[in-house]
């Protein structure tokens, strides 16, 4: 009898012993599990996306300060990325990548090159459009900014360095952002990532975890580590339509500095407005327009001429050749009062060279 406890008692031991081990066991497959769900999304976004980015390299005439003339023609190297966007070879990169480029050339995923030419570029948002002619190419699927999400999974693809194709992964650390362009004016809607970018980024892709474009790579900040920005992909499906059809981005300003905010929900039910977030003014230029018309910092943009702006990108897509000089009706909601104003947008001052 007490043998059969005692072995009773042992095979509860031995029970307990599986039990943890199969503990155990369901923890590590688990931490597999989740590690492999990760890194499967960050290698099926970059096989999506791959064949689309290209590496670009130009060459630059170099304008001497010396008073003594150059002997013989100075020319400059660099180098960028980009991505193709058309089936019919449309490249998307930055500006400060091809301007006054003397000649432009691709390299695609497979080793191919080509000479490019460029379409049109725009200072002012730091974006370009280059176009190649070429077989078989496989252009990006572009996404929707409005459907970013601070702390999502984003990778950005591009050749830092010339070291061609690197991925590096992270996470949208904030939207919103603004940052000055080259030619002195400040892009808004800017997105912020901790995903690595170094010199030869620019141009390159951000993608969310589905392979969709949702930024091109312009910018980061030098003494700092995981601050590096992209321009949103609404802006640049904007900017590349206009330089597609007219070689260059002709607009209107109204001189103010923005960022996007949600609305108070009875804000939006007592007014009945069509929108629940709006712009936020957080300062002007000297004499800009909007100062003139009346806005004021913090006051939050609902409308312009009819159009409803529940964010920076609509306002600078109403913000066209053709309202210049024309008086618009602006909306805005200050404090708790609904109040129109009138602007006269001004034509873009282009910064000299």
């Known amino acids: 009898m007490l043998q059969e406890v005692e072995f009773l008692s042992d095979e509860r031991s031995d029970s307990n012993d599986a039990g943890r081990d ?11 599990e989740l590690l492999d769900s990760y890194s499967r999304a960050v290698i099926a976004a970059a096989e999506r996306v791959s064949p689309s980015v290209v ?26 990325s ?39 570029d725009d200072p ?14 496989v252009p990006a699927q572009l996404g929707d900014t409005q459907q970013i999400r601070v702390g ?8 830092p360095y010339g070291f061609q194709y690197s991925v590096t992964a992270g996470v949208v650390s904030a939207l919103g952002r603004s940052l000055r362009s080259q030619s002195g004016r400040l892009m808004d809607a800017v997105i912020q990532t901790d995903a690595a970018l170094n010199p030869g980024n ?20 030098l003494p700092a580590q995981g601050i590096c920005f992209a321009t949103s992909i609404d ?32 804000i939006v039910r007592y007014y009945d407005l069509p929108v629940e977030s709006g712009i936020l003014v957080v300062s002007f230029e000297e004499n ?17 001429d009819d159009h409803p702006t529940q964010g920076i990108d609509d306002l600078h897509k109403l913000l066209t050749d053709e309202r210049i000089g024309q008086k618009s009706s602006l909306v805005v909601i200050r404090g708790t009062n609904k109040i129109s104003l009138e602007v006269v947008p001004q034509e873009t001052r282009i910064a000299a060279n």
């Open 152 to 159: 999502q999974l984003v990778l950005a693809i591009g050749n």
């Open 22 to 32: 199969n503990d155990r066991t369901t923890q590590v497959r688990t931490d597999d």
């Open 124 to 137: 002012d948002t730091d974006l370009a459009v280059i176009r190649i002619n070429a077989p078989n190419l």
């Open 235 to 266: 802006t640049a499906k904007f900017v590349a339509s206009r330089l597609i059809r007219d070689g260059k981005v002709s607009r209107s300003y109204i001189g103010l500095a923005g960022q996007n905010v949600p609305l108070p929900r009875r």
């Open 202 to 221: 620019s141009g390159g892709p951000l993608v969310n975890s589905r392979g969709e474009v949702i930024g091109v790579n312009t910018a980061m900040i």
């Open 82 to 120: 980009g991505f193709i966007f058309t089936p019919d070879g449309f490249i998307l990169t930055n500006s400060h990548v091809v301007h006054d480029a003397k000649r432009i050339e691709v390299t695609v995923l497979d080793g191919r090159k080509y000479q490019a030419d460029l379409i049109g």
């Open 55 to 80: 590496y670009i390299e130009i060459e630059q005439p170099v304008r001497s300060r010396r008073r003594v003339p150059a002997r013989g023609p100075q020319e400059a190297r660099g180098s960028g």
């Open 288 to 304: 800009s327009p909007a100062r003139k018309g009346g806005v004021r910092e913090g006051d939050i943009i609902v409308r312009f």
